[in-house]
């Protein structure tokens, strides 16, 4: 049985429309090619190219390599597999020390916790921000400690040291002002190799003295006030 053809009468400018019940052109045919009507359901194709599409995709639509332009996303939430650009921000962490210490140890440990990164090889921007007073006419140092084979200790020529030890050097004052609460700020912008956990610890170097954290040592709050101490860490995409 030979093919079976339909096209418009005539000549050219002749076209073939197919209506619905209700008399809407359904397809229409041009001297080359056809138009399908705005609104036509085409069921679920196995196959084909579709060109000039124009509308809203409704919810649900997936896959597809020809998916990329997304345009301006105005809600949503980004999915784990999704893989940022380099410099972006992957998370944030941040803790608080509102109580007061009060302590004449050499050292001590104010911030000490783990870091669980969300991508391997990113890099992790970390600041401190301590207030302290502390007595006698000496010197109060803070330090910042990041990996999982340092320790802590003195003061070190070296920075960092040989075992990780980022040292920061706080603020020294006389004694007629160690009333004051300082500030005592230190960054540092850290390189993780590998997708594991790493510590970080802020710690005081004190000798000889005592040291008050969130306070004043001479006045009580209502004169001086209470402030807190915290801690930072951006990781950065690499």
């Known amino acids: 049985m030979g093919n079976l053809i339909i096209k418009g009468k005539g000549g050219a400018g002749n076209k073939l429309i197919l ?3 209700a008399g809407g052109a359904v397809i229409t045919t041009a001297d080359s090619g ?34 990329t332009a997304l345009g301006t996303v105005a809600s949503g939430t980004i999915g784990s597999g999704v893989t940022m650009p380099a410099g972006s921000v992957l998370q944030v962490i941040s803790y608080v020390n509102n109580t007061t210490t009060t302590t004449s140890a050499a050292t001590y440990n104010h911030f000490d916790f783990d870091v669980v990164p969300k991508a391997s090889g990113s890099k992790f921007f970390i600041q401190f921000n301590m207030k302290a007073s502390h007595t006698q006419n000496v010197s109060l140092y803070f330090k910042l400690g990041v990996g999982n084979d340092f320790t802590l200790a003195a003061r070190s020529s070296t920075f960092p040291s040989a075992t990780g030890s980022i040292y920061m050097e706080g603020y020294t004052s006389n004694h007629s002002a160690n009333a004051q609460i300082n500030q005592y700020l230190g960054d540092y912008m850290y390189t993780h190799t590998s997708s594991g956990s790493f510590n970080v610890k802020v710690q005081h170097n004190l000798q000889g003295a005592t040291m008050y954290l ?7 709050d209502a004169a001086r006030g209470r402030p807190q101490s915290t801690i930072q860490v951006w990781e950065i995409k690499v």
Request: net charge negative; proline share 5%.
């Open 19 to 21: 209506q619905d019940q």
């Open 34 to 67: 056809a138009t399908i009507a705005d609104g036509i359901a085409l069921g679920t194709p196995a196959s084909g190219v579709v060109t000039n599409l124009s509308g809203v995709l409704p919810v649900g639509v997936t896959g597809g390599s020809g998916l």
């Open 214 to 220: 969130n306070k004043s040592f001479s006045y009580d």
